[in-house]
């Protein structure tokens, strides 16, 4: 009886060993394990922070890319809009230069008329350096014909031409020019008042002025009277000294 009892004495102090080392292995296995889970939960955690990073950037790009095609749609209708500008200019500028050609064709054969009446009227007006003021009206004549110059700059030369014609009309002064005498050309001096009156002087001390004849023409005629030759030789003598006012007695061309 009593080896029984020690045996099963003996067992179940076996039994207590081996719950104790089981549950000792267990506890290490759950401290194991609870190692575990914390290093996964770290990882976890870690990745979470990662993702979350990676959300954020990637948000910011895309919030980046919208404003930078907000932006291209922004310079796209301002330089769709300046391309309309643009294209409407050179519709514009393609109108008024056909207009222009247009009212330059219309306006070329009046300023021919024009230029045509207003050489006439030098050819057979006062006879002050008539070939040059010819010359300038029949070199803007020719422009206009080779196409060197536009109707509407001619119109302008031509009223310049007219301005210095108006211009010379209120000028007193003295002058070179090569007059027809006795039927020869000769180089003499001019003394012009305004647009009425011409008187020269040549070189071999001759003096006269120029009169219109009856059938309206001029003429440049000498003078032999001592005293119309004296007031000639004053006139030339007080436009030399620049005196240009005062009170002067000259011959009267007009006097038939």
Same mark, same amino acid.
């Given at each position: 009886?009593?080896?029984? =009892?020690?045996?099963?004495? %003996? ?9 104790? =080392? *089981? %549950?000792?292995?267990?506890?290490? *296995?759950? &401290?194991?394990?609870? $190692?575990?889970?914390? @290093? ?16 954020? #950037? /990637? *948000? ?27 294209? /409407? ?6 109108? &008024?230069? $056909? ?12 300023? =021919? ?5 207003? $050489? ?5 007006? =006062? ?17 206009? @014909? ?13 009223? %310049?031409?007219?301005? &210095? ?16 005498? &006795? ?21 071999? #001390?001759?003096?006269?002025? %120029? ?40 011959? #009267?061309?007009?006097?038939?």
């Amino acid at each position: 009886m009593f080896k029984q =009892f020690l045996k099963k004495t %003996a067992l179940f102090i076996g039994l207590i060993g081996t719950l104790l =080392f *089981s %549950a000792s292995s267990v506890g290490n *296995s759950l &401290d194991n394990l609870a $190692k575990s889970l914390a @290093k996964i939960r770290g990882e976890v955690e870690e990745l979470q922070t990662q993702l979350d990073v990676q959300k954020e #950037n /990637h *948000s910011s790009k895309i919030v980046s890319l919208s404003s930078q095609l907000a932006d291209l749609s922004v310079e796209e209708r301002r330089q769709k809009m300046s391309i309309e500008k643009l294209e /409407h200019s050179i519709e514009k500028t393609t109108a &008024d230069s $056909k207009q222009a050609e247009q009212s330059g064709a219309l306006l070329k054969p009046v300023l =021919f008329d024009i230029l045509a009446d207003f $050489k006439q009227q030098i050819l057979t007006g =006062f006879p002050f350096k008539t070939d040059d003021r010819i010359k300038s009206i029949e070199a803007l004549e020719t422009e206009l @014909k080779n196409e060197l110059i536009d109707s509407n700059r001619a119109v302008n030369q031509a009223w %310049a031409l007219i301005e &210095d014609e108006i211009r010379l009309s209120r000028e007193n002064g003295i002058y070179q020019q090569t007059i027809t005498l &006795d039927g020869e050309k000769v180089l003499v001096d001019i003394a012009k008042l305004g647009s009425v009156f011409l008187f020269f002087q040549t070189r071999d #001390n001759r003096a006269g002025m %120029a009169r219109r004849t009856d059938n309206n023409e001029w003429r440049f005629e000498t003078t032999n009277t001592t005293g119309d030759v004296e007031r000639i030789a004053k006139l030339f003598d007080a436009l030399k000294k620049q005196i240009r006012q005062g009170y002067f007695e000259l011959p #009267n061309p007009l006097k038939k």
